[in-house]
């Protein structure tokens, strides 16, 4: 927990020392995306997961921000008990983009917060009666660092698909996340 406490105090720091520089910003919507892919998170099997994402322009050259939301869902089952996992994270990132000799190739490194709601289930069999079958349930909100990579390429003027690897810090619910989107250019 205190790990994840000082990375989320320096990642509040980059954003504020970008601030000072604001002479450099661009900030404002400039484009909307979509991504699917696999999230294989600790101690549950793999699922698919989805996402949306908001570009919302540099707070410096090279330096992107993002507002993004993903979910994922899965029900295990081990040693006949059906448990349902559920993660909705809604979140920032800061992307570095490299210079490359091929403007339309952009690997990128990436680092951001979000909150994680995530809820759990675990139906339990028994009489019915009047209200149906209880479920066990549990529902939590956590903080989660970001930290990944990826690559952009840039089809034309309009749209970017891009790969992106993550590794998402969540406190008992660690995941790796593979996915892949595009992303549309709003005209400016």
């Known amino acids: ?45 793999s699922a698919i997961g989805f996402g949306g994402i908001l570009e919302l322009g540099t707070l410096l050259p090279g330096i992107h921000l993002e507002a ?19 993660d909705t994270a809604a979140g920032g990132t800061l992307k570095f ?9 952009r690997p990128f490194v990436a680092s951001g917060v979000a909150l994680h709601f995530v809820k759990s289930s675990i139906p339990v069999e028994g009489p019915g009666g009047i209200f149906g079958s209880p479920n066990l349930e549990s529902s939590d909100t956590k903080l989660g660092l970001d930290l990944g990579g990826g690559l952009n390429y ?16 969540v406190s008992d619910l660690n995941q790796f996340e593979l996915k892949f989107g595009a992303m549309f250019h709003l005209p400016i």
């Open 1 to 45: 927990m205190r790990r994840l406490i000082a990375a989320t105090v320096v990642w509040i720091l980059i954003i504020t020392g970008a601030q000072a520089s604001f002479a450099q910003t661009n900030l404002c919507l400039r484009g909307v995306g979509a991504k699917l892919g696999l999230v294989d998170p600790e101690h549950i099997n």
């Open 68 to 86: 993004n939301i993903d979910y994922w869902k899965k029900t295990d089952q081990t040693a006949n008990i059906r448990t349902r996992f559920r």
């Open 97 to 105: 983009f490299f210079k490359t000799a091929n403007p339309s190739l």
């Open 154 to 169: 840039h089809l034309n003027r309009q749209f970017d698909l891009f790969g992106d690897l993550r590794y998402r810090v």
